[in-house]
C-alpha cells in the first residue's frame, strides 16, 4: 500500500470515528466526507496536501482549539440565561423536549 | 517561552510572530509565540488542494449595483470625526442625571445596534470593482467562497452569533436590550441592502427572502451553539453546512482555519469584562493575526489597566452598573 492510500484510509478511518449528527441535516458531514474521500476522484490529490487534509481533521476531531482557547462558565453557563445551554443541549439529545407551555414561557420571558 | 514587560496600559512578551487581541484595554495588549498555532489566513493558505468550484446556482449571483452609505447616512454614523456640539451635549447629561435614565439599557442602541452591527456587517462585505477588506480577502479569495448576498449573510450571521455568545452573559436584561438592538439592525439593514443596493423593487420579495434569512439564522445559531457546546468536530460540521454551503469538495485546511479564528474570537470576548463589552470595546481579530492565551499575571495585569481605564469615566451618560471583575 502506497503512503498516498495510506493517508487516505488513516483519513476515512478517522471519518468513521465521528459521531453520527444528532439534529437531521440537509447534509451529513461525516457521510459526505467518506464519499469524497473514499472515492477514485481523490487519487490526483498530491501526497502532501492528503497529508495536511488529515492533520486539519485530526486536530478537529481532537479538539485542538477547544482546549487551547479554553472558555470557563462566564460565557458557557451566561448569567443572563445560566439555563440556556443546558436547555438546547437537553433537546438536542432528546433527554427533554420543550413543552408548549415551556415555549410560551421562553417567548413571553426570554428564559 | 514567552517574556513579558508590563508597561502603562500594555503588556509586551517576547519572540517572533505579533499577534493582537480586540478590545480597547484588550488592544493593547501584543504577544509572540514561537509555539504551533499559526494566523487562520496563513493556515488556509498553506494547502494548494486543486480548487474544485461549487455549482449552487443556475445563473450568476445577482451583485450590487450601486453603494449606500455603510450604516446610514446620518453624520453619528457616517463621519468618524463627527462631535457632538458642546451645548447639546451638557443639556444631555443635565437630562440624564434629572431622569436617571438607565445608560447600560440605552447604550445597547448605539454599541449593539450600529457599533457591533457595523463589526459584523463590514467582516464580509464586498463591492464589484472595489479592493477588498483583509476579512473579505480570507472569505472571498483564502477560502474561496462565492461572492454573493446570502454569503455574506451567512458570514455576517456567523459574526452576530459570536456577539450574541458574549451578550447572553451580560445581565438578563442588558442581554435582552443588546441582542434585540443587533438583530432589528440586522434586519433592517439588509432590507435597505435588498432594496437599495441589490435593486429588488418588489416589498413582496423582499418580504419573503428575509422570512427566509430568518430561519437559516434560527438554524445557523442553533448548530454554532450545539458546536460550542460539544465539540470541534460539531462546530466544524456546523462551519461547513452554513459558510462552506455543505460544499463536498471543501478543504479541511480551510475548515480548520474558519474554526480557529471564530475560537480565538470567543477567547477575546471570554477575557472581556462587562463593562467594555457593554461599551463597545470589542473588535473582531482579523484572519491574519493570532490570539495566544494569556498568562494570570497578564490577565490581572490587563484586569488592573481597564479599570485604571474606565475609573475617570464619571459623566452622567458614562454611568453604568456593569461588572468590571467578570
Given at each position: 500500500m502506497s503512503s498516498r492510500e495510506?493517508?487516505?484510509?488513516?483519513?476515512?478511518?478517522?471519518?468513521?470515528?465521528?459521531?453520527?449528527?444528532?439534529?437531521?441535516?440537509?447534509?451529513?458531514?461525516?457521510?459526505v466526507q467518506i464519499k469524497r474521500f473514499s472515492s477514485s476522484e481523490m487519487s490526483s490529490v498530491s501526497e502532501n496536501d492528503l497529508k495536511l487534509q488529515y492533520i486539519s481533521l485530526r486536530d478537529l476531531v481532537n479538539d485542538k482549539y477547544k482546549n487551547y482557547y479554553t472558555l470557563d462558565d462566564k460565557l458557557l453557563r451566561p448569567k443572563g440565561n445560566?439555563?440556556?445551554?443546558?436547555?438546547?443541549?437537553?433537546?438536542?439529545?432528546?433527554?427533554?423536549?420543550?413543552?408548549?407551555?415551556?415555549?410560551?414561557?421562553?417567548v413571553v420571558f426570554g428564559k | 517561552m514567552l517574556r513579558a514587560s508590563i508597561t502603562k496600559n500594555r503588556i509586551l512578551c517576547g519572540t517572533s510572530s505579533t499577534t493582537r487581541l480586540s478590545g480597547t484595554a484588550l488592544r493593547h495588549v501584543r504577544?509572540?509565540?514561537?509555539?504551533?498555532?499559526?494566523?487562520?489566513?496563513s493556515l488556509a493558505k498553506s494547502s494548494n488542494l486543486p480548487k474544485i468550484e461549487q455549482q449552487l446556482l443556475k445563473k450568476p449571483a445577482r451583485q450590487p449595483k450601486k453603494k449606500s452609505p455603510f450604516l446610514s447616512s446620518h453624520a453619528i454614523e457616517n463621519d468618524p470625526n463627527y462631535k457632538m456640539n458642546s451645548f447639546l451635549q451638557s443639556f444631555g447629561q443635565s437630562l440624564i442625571k434629572i431622569?436617571?435614565?438607565?445608560?447600560?439599557?440605552?447604550?445597547?442602541?448605539?454599541?449593539?445596534?450600529?457599533?457591533?452591527?457595523g463589526e459584523c456587517k463590514k467582516q464580509a462585505l464586498y463591492y464589484p470593482n472595489e479592493p477588498l477588506s483583509e476579512s473579505a480577502k480570507f472569505y472571498y479569495e483564502t477560502l474561496n467562497l462565492p461572492q454573493s448576498f446570502s454569503q455574506w449573510f451567512q458570514i455576517t450571521a456567523l459574526h452576530y452569533w459570536i456577539l450574541s455568545v458574549?451578550?447572553?452573559?451580560l445581565p438578563f436584561k442588558y442581554y435582552r436590550a443588546?441582542?434585540?438592538?443587533?438583530?432589528?439592525?440586522?434586519?433592517?439593514?439588509?432590507?435597505?441592502?435588498?432594496?437599495?443596493?441589490?435593486?429588488?423593487?418588489?416589498?413582496?420579495?423582499?418580504?419573503?427572502?428575509?422570512?427566509?434569512?430568518?430561519?437559516?439564522l434560527l438554524g445557523s445559531v442553533l448548530s454554532y451553539d450545539e458546536g460550542l457546546m460539544t465539540d470541534d468536530i460539531t462546530l466544524a460540521a456546523a462551519l461547513w453546512r452554513n459558510i462552506f454551503n455543505g460544499n463536498p469538495n471543501a478543504d479541511?485546511?480551510?475548515?480548520?482555519?474558519?474554526l480557529g479564528h471564530v475560537r480565538q474570537q470567543l477567547y477575546v470576548l471570554n477575557k472581556m469584562?462587562?463593562?467594555?463589552?457593554?461599551?463597545?470595546?470589542?473588535?473582531?481579530?482579523?484572519p491574519n493575526e493570532v490570539v495566544k492565551p494569556l498568562t494570570k499575571a497578564q490577565e490581572v495585569e490587563l484586569r488592573a489597566a481597564v479599570k485604571r481605564n474606565y475609573e475617570n469615566m464619571d459623566l452622567p451618560s458614562q454611568r453604568s452598573v456593569l461588572s468590571l471583575n467578570e
Open positions: 495510506e493517508l487516505l484510509k488513516k483519513i476515512v478511518d478517522l471519518l468513521k470515528t465521528l459521531p453520527q449528527e444528532r439534529l437531521k441535516h440537509y447534509a451529513s458531514f461525516k457521510d445560566p439555563e440556556y445551554y443546558n436547555r438546547i443541549m437537553a433537546d438536542i439529545r432528546g433527554e427533554k423536549k420543550e413543552t408548549i407551555f415551556s415555549a410560551f414561557r421562553t | 504577544l509572540y509565540s514561537n509555539d504551533d498555532i499559526s494566523n487562520p489566513s431622569f436617571n435614565i438607565d445608560m447600560d439599557k440605552s447604550r445597547a442602541g448605539p454599541i449593539a445596534g450600529s457599533k457591533y452591527y458574549r451578550m447572553r452573559a443588546y441582542q434585540q438592538k443587533l438583530v432589528d439592525r440586522f434586519f433592517r439593514d439588509m432590507e435597505l441592502r435588498m432594496s437599495e443596493e441589490m435593486g429588488i423593487s418588489s416589498n413582496r420579495i423582499i418580504e419573503g427572502y428575509l422570512k427566509e434569512f430568518n430561519t437559516q479541511m485546511r480551510h475548515i480548520e482555519a474558519l469584562s462587562d463593562r467594555q463589552f457593554g461599551f463597545g470595546d470589542f473588535k473582531f481579530v482579523e
